[in-house]
């Protein structure tokens, strides 16, 4: 770091108004080696993950358990409480009737399904993170309507002020601002 | 052909999806100005809809008091007006899950405008089936005893019955809906958040909407999430009506026990979805200036599907007519005519004209794009959906095997008000809906312009074609 | 996304070449199929019954294929899609093949319906309250007239729509959209004439097998069938031809994902549909509607019938689950034939049992599944005239709609 700073920096950010712009800078920063730094954009913008040199979301793997526990569960209840602990016999179907059985399966398989991806999604985000230290710039709160951003930390390992701010003015962002922790 | 000229698209060529060249600040203004700044108009809905929703409590409150013999219920139509609301609503649900789920996975762009306000009212009309099976029992208190839960009597639930598959495919339903409209909402409500004024509204919205900053590292599980769900729900509401219709189609009797129930009920649903989401939608987009958005493309594709839709019912009114001759079966036969032309056969040819003819205007391109008849039309189709339920329900139960049996079904006046407290419970919560939440998925519409593709404007202009 | 300049794919990819193996398809496949008929029609005498249950198993399946063709192509004039251009021609080659189709099933229109059915026997049907209930409908006059009608309309729909698309090939620009402009217009009123030609063909051909039961979900069950194996062969055909150097480039990794995705779906939905009809009647338990299923679990068939319960279902299901499986056309060789394979097996599920049940009543015995021969025979005479067809006309045109003015499109087409 070569000028030290009296506030803790968070990072620098700086502020895109087109798709194009920030999927061109996002492949600058990837080629430059960063990796403590996102980018953040109103909507999803597409491709920008392999911009960003992004692995592939593993959400899918735990959905899958999920799923399969949940229609596991389901046919192991009602095996047990339908054979084992209260067997009555209903228009003379068999006690163990997986036909039957097979609508409440395969519904809780949906529901923890469901849960997999939602909660799974959220956790994998490290969501509800109510604070985050973009918060405290002004222009950031355009990133919900109509700018786009990337932000650097300070914490990377290839961060410095001087350097890392050329770079970044030369991808053609409109702004570019030291964000406070 | 002139006169139905549509903008197109200058890199795909195909019908634009944003109209008048919007910007992205645009879009959000445009969606976001009528929350901040709620009309009369919305206050004279409102008051209306919560006087129904007085109606819903006080049909409501007598029944517990007195009980189901307040219904017209009868031996034999022991199922009235109750089931017959319950599939009504549960139907109307699925519009807004194909939208958001099945039109997605088929990279249906035009999606994006309507699946907001179309989950939403999947989710309310859920809530207002969910009512019907709530009180229709004789000891609504006890309904907890539909759930596997352990108990001193050392009972279970009867896994073999469908109108306990009912409870658990009709919670997961809400559920899932509610989760996936919810993580819809999450990037939206973080715009609602960063344009509050005012602290109360900023920290309503920032609450739900969990700190979301628009990280691309958090849209890419976001979008995964998002499919998965996406794919979930499409096997889930086809499930969802299959299992209702097992209500019906698991008996012995002629009318219900029909192989081609399934699928049939799952067309009607979406069938009488799409009605309900185009009765919404075409007096919001006018009402809140968002034609640009809700195109009067986007209704007409919704009009096409409701044609398709209405053709596979007539299919399966087709197949049930055939198979009922070919059986051979008196029983099955009778069923059948008795429903055109027995005690019943208003009800009958109400729903036969309003489910397989009022449809076939759409065959007509000016009919499909005209926002008035577009309306009219949508709601004839759910009178006539809602009579087809009366009709399945209570045609075959009036008349089954035995004649000393056979008796007539009137509703009683707590039966209508009942019906028309659950169209109050709909409409308000439908309203709040509409004055507190962005009623277009702003990030979803946003992603789909042209302006959103990172190369835009790399290949000049591409073909134009239609 | 999006139509750039145009990527146009150099002639070598989308025309087979001279004296490729794909140019003897014919010839291979019309020698197959002659020697496969002549061998199955040698075997009549020996058991007249079987040969036609056998012909019809086979009729059943390749219909299916061609009819998947039908499907594939108007649903998507229908749908207005644009991905699946690239492979429109292909499936526009096995529609194709069905007027020839019809014309191999005209046999058992004029010759083998006495084998086949019994309501055809004035003397069943006048000791059968049930049959004779009937007659207005399973009377062989107007059952002969409504075949012929399905074969007409099938035959309609194919030739129209083939040359519609063909000849846009060699139109000028504007030509070349009007037809699609005419295509997607016809399309919605041909989905109305599929549904209801095929729904009733499933009836007449194979419902009315067993002439006592019925299922208002049979039409859609064959549909089902239908759906699945259309976008089974496009997946199998596309990746074989990318193996023998065509299409490189033009069908990519993407269509392949988008095939995968159909064939997965309508795995599901095809359960679904199976599934709901076996259990409506397992749980009303009426046996006037559960002895059809009662004789695929008798005996031998049980067997087949597990072997359909996995086969249509877990394994397609679990095995293109995941994504790098849909994008591979290796692996979606493997499951596309699996599925092929599977469908040969389910018509004859759905065929033979009333055959093994007569056997079985002659006999004594349980029913047993009896394969000779002259199923195989069979199954290689229409197979190899189909395969003819087919490759008859592939060669014939290029292999994509190369005028299609959203070629572009699905040229560049990008998935999830």
Known sequence: MSKPKHKKIFGLMAEYDTAKAIFKACEKVRDAGYEKWDSYTPFPVHNLDKAMGLKPSILGVIVFCCGMTGAASAMLLQWWTSTVDYPVIIAAKPYFSYQAFIPVTFELGILLSAFGAVFGMLGLNKLPQWYHSLFNSERFSRVTDDRFFICIETNDPKFDFERTRKLLEGTGAVHIEEIED | ?466 | MGSHGAIEPSKDQIWLKEGSLWRKLPLIGGVLGLAGLAGAFSQMGADKQHFWYSYLTALAVFLCFALGGLFFTIIQHVTRAGWSIVVRRLAENAMITLPVLCVLALPVVFMGSHELYEWTHAEVVANDPMLSAKKGYLDEGFWTIRMIAYFVIWSFLAIRFYSLSTSQDDAAPDAAISKAHSMRWLSAPAVLLFALSMTFFAFDAMMSLDPHWFSTMFGVYYFVGIAVSAHAFLALVSALLRRSGYLNGVVTAEHDHDLGKMMFGFTVFYSYIAFSQYFLIWYANIPEETRWFAYRIEGDFLYLTALLAIGRFPLPFFYLLPRAIKRSSGALILMASWILIMEVIDMFWVVQPVLAHHHAKESGAAMAIHVGAVDFLCLLGVGGIFLAAFGWALGRKAMIPVKDPRIAESLAHENF
């Open chain 2, 1 to 466: 052909m002139a006169a139905f000229k549509d903008e197109l698209d200058p890199i795909s060529g195909r019908k634009v999806l944003v109209e008048n060249n919007l910007t992205f600040a645009q879009v959000t203004d445009a969606v976001a100005a009528p929350i901040e700044a709620p009309s009369a108009r919305w206050w004279a809905f409102f008051l209306v809809s919560v006087s129904m929703l007085g109606v819903l409590v006080v049909s409501l409150g007598w029944l517990f008091w007195e009980g189901v013999g307040i219904w017209g219920l009868n031996n034999p139509v022991a199922w009235g007006w109750a089931i017959v609301n319950f599939v009504f609503w549960v139907g109307i649900g699925h519009a807004g899950t194909l939208i958001s789920a099945v039109l997605f996975l088929f990279r249906q762009k035009w999606r994006t405008s309507i699946n907001r306000a179309s989950e939403a009212m999947t989710i309310f009309a859920v809530i207002c089936a969910l009512l019907f099976p709530t009180v229709h029992a004789g000891r609504p208190w006890v309904l907890y005893w539909t759930l596997p839960l352990p108990n001193q009597m050392g009972m279970w639930p009867n896994f073999r019955s469908p109108l306990l598959w009912d409870v658990f495919a009709v919670s997961t339903y809400f559920t899932v809906s509610l989760l996936f409209w919810y993580v819809g909402l999450i990037p939206d409500l973080a715009t609602m958040r960063d344009r509050a004024k005012s602290t109360v509204r900023r920290v309503a919205y920032g609450a739900f909407a969990l700190g979301w900053r628009g990280s691309t590292r958090h849209w890419l599980h976001y979008e995964k999430a998002y499919l998965i769900l996406a794919g979930i729900a499409t096997p889930l509401v086809l499930s969802v009506h299959t299992i209702v219709s097992f209500d019906f189609a698991v008996s012995q009797l002629p009318g219900w026990h029909t192989t081609i129930f399934p699928p049939y009920f799952v067309a009607g649903a979406i069938f009488s979805g799409f009605g309900m989401v185009l009765t919404l939608l075409v007096p919001l987009r006018k009402w809140f200036r968002l034609e640009a958005l809700i195109t009067i493309k986007h209704l007409e594709n919704m009009a096409k599907i409701i044609l398709v839709t209405g053709m596979m019912v007539g299919y399966a009114y087709g197949m049930e007519f055939f198979i009922a001759w070919y059986s051979g079966n008196p029983y099955e036969q009778y069923a059948f005519a008795n429903r055109a032309f027995g005690d019943y056969w208003w009800a009958y040819w109400t729903m036969v004209s309003c489910n397989v003819i009022s449809p076939q205007l759409f065959w007509f391109k000016a009919v499909r794009r005209s926002p008035l008849a577009l309306f009219i039309i949508s709601i004839f189709v759910n009178i006539g959906m809602w009579f087809e339920r009366f009709v399945i329900t209570v045609t075959s139960l009036h008349h089954d095997f035995l004649p000393s049996s056979w008796d007539y079904y009137s509703p009683t006046i707590w039966d209508v008000s009942t019906l028309i407290g659950s169209f109050g419970l709909f409409f308000t919560l439908f309203c709040l809906f509409v004055r507190f939440l962005p009623v277009i998925a702003l990030a979803e519409v946003k992603s789909v312009m042209p302006i959103a593709d990172p190369h835009y404007g790399d290949h000049g202009d591409g073909h134009h074609h239609e």
